[in-house]
């Protein structure tokens, strides 16, 4: 024990030396013009920008489609306008830091609440975790999303499993509504929103409440509906054959399958469906950390949207804190450890060259595909957290 908490120290020093660096530093991007450290680096606040120039365009009746970059739905536009579009460029930034860092004390606290860690330098660890991993800091840099729809996934999926009323059922239908600001994120999450007992109901709130956005955004637009979300699907399609890195889209495209990325991306959707469906009964936490990873690996993503590694990670936390079958914790905590590790700031993705760039992210696939597997297996197992 006493070993223990030495190396939980270590790790808390190490953390917070790591947090302070890398989080000062995408800070700096977000609200900078200039980057202080290295000219190659992509711009600060890039998507930020983007989304900006969008928002406006949208409710000045612009056509926004049609960009290199432009993949999000009509809805998106309607909450991007609650940050961006009552704002000039500059204080919108500002804005946007001010709910970054409530996302991130939000977050910090529904984590050391759900985590199970119990002494003082245990909770220090776990509301560390979100602060020195790198995406963390990509997201806030670059002005992407992810530091401000994690914590509404948590808050409105994690305990699903308690009484309902309508008012729990409005709470979790509107978090999942801010989710969805960015679908390729939110949408497979959904299927835990539907699936789990009793939640049906926050289900149908949020497909009224998103088709009401949609049509409330399509009216700023001199095109039908029909014309916009036809124009979206072509931007989404081009998205698709960017791929990003370390997920299906990027696979099919390394063995010349592009074409195949919409397809697959249904067809794991469709099975992580399934697999909800049938374990929907279990530990609201195995649920989040395997579509956690399973939407990682869906379709096309940044490093910041790595963020949604966290999920599994606080899964396998608890397992290692509450497991009964001490083989069972172990395993949960090495696979904890070996994530974390390779998780931690600032990454290696725009600093190694090849081919150790390669290896940095087949070890990251690996990694995850055995917290993946461990997951899947732990939920058949599970069988005790079923509600009676």
């Known amino acids: 024990m006493k070993h223990s908490?030495?190396?939980?120290?270590?790790?808390?020093?190490?953390?917070?030396?790591?947090?302070?660096?890398?989080?000062?530093?995408?800070?700096?991007?977000?609200l900078s013009e200039a980057d202080p450290i290295w000219a190659s680096s992509p711009v600060g606040a890039v998507d930020l920008k983007m989304r900006h120039e969008e928002v406006h365009g949208w409710f000045a009746g612009i056509p926004v489609y049609g960009g290199p970059n432009t993949g999000y739905p009509p809805a998106s536009f309607v909450l991007f306008w609650l940050l961006l579009g009552w704002l000039e460029l500059y204080p919108a930034r500002w804005l946007w830091a001010v709910a970054t860092v409530a996302s991130l004390i939000w977050l910090i606290i529904l984590l050391i609440q759900e985590s199970g860690a119990e002494t003082r330098v245990e909770r220090i660890f776990v509301g560390l975790i979100p602060l020195a991993i790198y995406p963390t800091g990509a997201t806030i840099g670059n002005g992407q999303l992810m530091v401000l729809l994690l914590p509404a996934l948590v808050a409105g999926l994690a305990r699903l499993h308690g009484a309902r009323s309508w008012r729990v059922d409005l709470l979790a239908a509107s978090l999942m509504l801010i989710a969805l600001v960015k679908p390729s994120v939110s949408v497979p999450?959904?299927?835990?929103?539907?699936?789990?007992?009793?939640?049906?109901?926050?289900?149908?709130?949020?497909?009224?409440?998103?088709l009401g956005l949609t049509f409330f955004a399509a009216a700023f637009q001199d095109s039908?509906?029909?014309?916009?979300?036809?124009?979206?699907?072509?931007?989404?399609?081009?998205?698709?054959?960017?791929?990003?890195?370390?997920?299906?889209h990027a696979l099919l495209a390394s063995v010349n399958l592009e074409n195949w990325s919409l397809p697959a991306s249904f067809l794991l959707l469709l099975a992580l469906g399934l697999w909800v469906y049938r374990h929907r009964e279990r530990d609201p936490w195995l649920l989040l950390g395997v579509t956690g990873f399973i939407t990682r690996f869906w379709t096309y993503h940044g490093w910041y949207d790595d963020l949604l590694i966290l999920l599994p990670m606080i899964a396998l936390y608890?397992?290692?804190?509450?497991?009964?079958?001490?083989?069972?914790?172990?395993?949960?905590?090495?696979?904890?450890?070996?994530?974390?590790?390779?998780?931690?700031?600032?990454?290696?993705l725009y600093l190694l060259p090849p081919p150790w760039k390669t290896l940095y992210v087949t070890v990251h696939v690996v990694v995850w595909i055995l917290g993946l597997i461990f997951l899947l297996d732990q939920a058949r197992r599970d069988k005790n957290t079923q509600l009676k």
């Open 5 to 30: 908490n030495i190396v939980l120290r270590l790790a808390v020093t190490i953390m917070t030396v790591l947090a302070l660096v890398w989080l000062g530093y995408q800070f700096w991007r977000l």
């Open 224 to 248: 039908s509906l029909v014309a916009i979300l036809r124009e979206w699907l072509s931007g989404v399609s081009g998205l698709a054959s960017w791929g990003g890195y370390a997920n299906l």
């Open 318 to 348: 608890r397992i290692a804190k509450r497991s009964t079958e001490g083989r069972q914790g172990i395993i949960a905590g090495v696979l904890f450890a070996c994530t974390l590790l390779v998780m931690l700031a600032p990454g290696g």
């Open 189 to 210: 999450f959904f299927w835990i929103l539907l699936f789990v007992p009793r939640t049906w109901r926050s289900a149908a709130l949020v497909v009224i409440g998103y």
